[in-house]
């Protein structure tokens, strides 16, 4: 077991998952990640897995087939596979944040429809914010949903879906003006709507079309797309907690969860850069000596190594407060922003520990240097992060004059 990002006051069911969930990691994801993620192919047998090993139903509650564990737990596991490779965590998140939005706001109709098969894996989740004008300004959106007897009408484009080909349900986030008036704030005119889809690309149902991948930088192999509605009938019973308005709240409450989901993220790939910088300064020989015997490199180890505790430590505080039903805006906003700031920190410093072969696909560390950069815009921006830190603080230290 590793000395660093150690969690204390784990049940034994908590630290029975870990080790399992790490032990995956090591047979099954780190052997293979550099080679699938140079493909930009999608990992078919490291979902299914995840599936046998329950992890999609890891948060879903007991009696809808789930494990019931609490968010601790998941950012845990978050952090071990996302230092086998982050591309496998994004697979999770996107479906795990769909439910919990179900578990925390959906009706019992919806909760009994969609959690016990998103337990299995059977149903995938992915949800839709962003669109291609819009960036962080969420109250900028422009799809709209229509009511039309007992259907909505959806028409929109909407951007950056992560999971877009493969997921079955996709929370989609639109305004919808019924029942507002004119001049009613956008944060509340706002309906998030449970769009069931085929997996795949093109038109995946009358009205919705996901065009096909959007090719990136790194965080290859989970699929990113848009997402095209056209005249898009979707049921009324198919609006989260059936009634409109509320969009943007349970939004917020699943962005929430996912910071601490990014937090996590950076933690792990921090790690592994940190495992592949500390065994290369071992290996690698200069002026007579392994590398690590110099104080430069032995300088930056111990910046590297504290990085990654520090970040640990503040991602399961985000965890446990949201597990203890508190409000976490604020220590998740910050556990993302130090933990992404932190990652692309460690990931460079490993980079730099493996001199010209960190510029080698080759070696792993040139995968990681590709992947850091995304936690800096993922699930907010760092500087949206400041803006929401900046703002609570000054909600926690009001002036008293």
């Given at each position: 077991m590793a000395r660093l990002a150690q969690t204390a006051g784990l049940s034994d069911v908590q630290q029975e998952i870990l080790?399992?969930?790490?032990?995956?990691?090591?047979k099954e994801i780190i052997p293979v990640a550099t080679q699938l993620e140079h493909r930009d192919e999608y990992p078919a047998e490291i979902v299914e897995g995840l599936k046998e090993l329950g992890l999609f139903g890891l948060m879903i509650p007991e009696e809808y087939g789930g494990l019931g564990e609490s968010l601790l737990t998941y950012a845990l596991c978050v952090e071990e596979i996302a230092r086998g490779w982050m591309s496998v965590s994004g697979i999770i998140n996107t479906h795990f944040i769909v439910a919990y939005m179900l578990k925390q706001h959906g009706t019992q109709e919806q909760k009994d429809t969609f959690l016990p098969?998103?337990?299995l894996g059977e149903v995938r989740g992915a949800f839709s914010m962003s669109e291609p004008a819009l960036g962080s300004d969420v109250a900028a959106i422009?799809?709209?949903?229509?009511?039309?007897?007992?259907?909505?009408?959806?028409?929109g484009q909407k951007m950056w879906l992560t999971n877009g080909g493969t997921s079955t349900l996709v929370a989609v986030l639109c305004r919808s003006d019924e029942g507002h008036p004119e001049g009613t704030p956008a944060h509340k005119s706002m309906t998030t709507f449970l769009v069931e889809k085929?997996?795949?690309?093109?038109?995946?149902?009358?009205?919705?079309?996901?065009?096909?991948?959007?090719?990136?930088?790194?965080?290859?192999?989970?699929?990113t797309t848009e997402l095209i509605m056209d005249g898009l009938h979707i049921p009324a019973n198919r609006v989260l907690g059936g009634?409109?308005?509320?969009g943007f709240y349970q939004m917020m409450d699943g962005v929430e969860v996912g910071r601490v989901n990014v937090a996590a993220r950076g933690c792990g790939v921090a790690?592994?850069?940190?495992?592949?910088?500390?065994?290369?300064?071992?290996?690698?020989?200069t002026f007579g000596k392994p590398i690590a015997q110099h104080q430069a490199i032995q300088f930056k180890l111990a910046?590297?190594?504290?990085?990654?505790e520090a970040a640990h430590a503040m991602m399961v505080n985000a965890a446990r407060k949201k597990d203890s039903g508190e409000r976490n805006d604020l220590e998740a906003g910050m556990a993302k922003y130090l933990a992404s700031e932190y990652c692309k920190e460690v990931v460079e410093d490993a980079f730099r520990i493996?001199?010209?072969?960190?510029f080698s696909k080759e070696y792993e560390i040139e995968r990681l240097y590709r992947e850091a950069p995304m936690l800096l815009i993922g699930e907010g921006t760092a500087e949206i992060q400041k803006m929401i830190i900046g703002r609570r603080l000054l909600e926690e230290y009001r002036f008293q004059g």
């Open positions: 080790s399992t969930v790490r032990a995956f990691v090591d098969r998103m337990a422009t799809s709209k949903g229509v009511r039309d007897g007992d259907e909505y009408v959806l028409n085929e997996p795949g690309f093109g038109e995946v149902r009358p009205g919705l079309t996901i065009p096909g991948k959007i090719d990136k930088m790194g965080y290859k192999g989970v699929d009634a409109t308005g509320r790690q592994r850069a940190f495992e592949l910088g500390v065994s290369y300064a071992q290996q690698r020989h910046e590297m190594a504290t990085k990654v493996h001199g010209g072969y960190g």
